[in-house]
């Protein structure tokens, strides 16, 4: 078929390889416009654009579709079908009903739980014990289209917002190939989302990012790894005799521990701390300016009080 394909990240890159590797006729990739980066703060290309180039795809990068050449450009791709995996811009329905067979979307989440921006990192911060990915049927409303094809994922405590992109973003490739296999044939057919259990995915925010000791151990590890590997949950702890930012990117429960919230757990040689109920023991950090480092090697090079409590 000849697919239009709109995707930005790194999540959406195995999708369009895939799509080429399965002999579908990838007739234009539109994805972010080139950002700055770097210490240089040059233009670089998201990785869509890498790889769609690297096929010899034509590439667009409008910065909207407000213009009207940009949707006429898009019709005329004549394109059976278009695939948009986390783009990044809403699509107004000039675009959503230009290819023949409409847009499919690939949503890292089992609609209609978790519509919306971070899908992935919301489902572990919630504490969610499953997701997945879903192809569906794009219309103007947020993420609510009807669903095609799906597939479930459990989520293990010790899974990181990171671990669980790189798991989805590979069962989402092979299922949105499928898809459009079924769609090719006639066989492909969609089911309206229900109505109950709706929430939404809100995008992180930098106030939310701190983690508060007078949480329950098992909801501070899920703030965690929901934030891990960026933006980062992160707390202020005394290194050297100043307050130093440390980011914490693993941790796992310690059920017998108890203590003040924020207090490190005495006599331990572990980075172990209360927290409301139970205790946290951290597994990998990083120090403002530093790389990631697992506890013990941050404990061999930097001081930390056997009784410090941490606000």
């Known amino acids: 078929m000849r697919v239009v394909f709109m995707g930005t990240p790194d999540f959406a890159v195995p999708t369009l390889v895939e799509i080429i590797g399965h002999g579908h006729e990838v007739v234009?990739?539109?994805?972010q416009p080139p950002r700055k980066a770097g210490r240089g703060m040059e233009l670089k290309p998201s990785?869509?654009?890498?790889?769609?180039?690297s096929f010899g795809v034509p590439v667009f990068t409008p910065a909207n579709f407000k213009a009207e050449e940009d949707r006429i450009s898009f019709q005329e791709h004549d394109a059976d079908v278009a695939?948009?995996?986390a783009y990044g811009l809403l699509l107004p329905?000039?675009?959503?009903?230009?290819?023949?067979?409409?847009?499919?979307n690939l949503h890292a989440s089992l609609l209609p739980r978790w519509r919306g921006a971070a899908p992935i990192n919301r489902a572990i911060m919630a504490g969610d014990q499953e997701t997945g990915v879903m192809v569906m049927r794009m219309?103007?409303?947020?993420?609510?289209?009807?669903?095609?094809?799906?597939?479930?994922?459990a989520i293990d405590p010790s899974m990181t917002a990171g671990d669980l992109h790189d798991r989805l973003m590979t069962i989402g490739a092979s299922l949105v190939v499928r898809a459009l296999g079924g769609m090719e044939r006639g066989a492909l057919r969609f089911e309206p989302q229900v109505d109950e259990g709706v929430t939404y995915a809100a995008k992180i925010r930098k106030d939310e990012t701190r983690i508060d000791?007078?949480?329950?151990?098992?909801?501070?590890?899920?703030?965690?790894?929901?934030?891990?590997?960026?933006?980062?949950?992160?707390m202020e702890m005394p290194?050297?005799?100043?307050?130093?930012?440390?980011?914490?990117?693993?941790?796992?429960?310690?059920?017998?521990a108890n203590g003040t919230p924020g207090q490190r757990i005495e006599g331990s040689d572990e980075l172990v701390f209360a927290c409301a109920n139970g205790a946290l023991r951290l597994l990998s950090v990083q120090r403002s300016g530093k790389g990631v480092m697992n506890a013990d090697e941050f404990l061999r090079g930097n001081q930390i009080a056997s009784d410090i409590v941490l606000a």
């Open 47 to 53: 990785p869509v654009q890498e790889t769609a180039e």
């Open 28 to 31: 234009a990739c539109y994805t």
């Open 239 to 256: 290194i050297g005799g100043t307050m130093q930012r440390v980011k914490v990117l693993r941790a796992e429960v310690v059920e017998e």
């Open 83 to 85: 695939v948009v995996v």
């Open 213 to 234: 000791w007078n949480r329950s151990a098992s909801e501070i590890r899920n703030h965690i790894h929901g934030l891990s590997p960026f933006p980062g949950a992160w």
């Open 139 to 153: 219309e103007e409303g947020l993420d609510t289209g009807p669903v095609g094809l799906a597939e479930r994922v």
């Open 93 to 104: 329905n000039a675009v959503l009903d230009a290819p023949r067979l409409g847009c499919l």
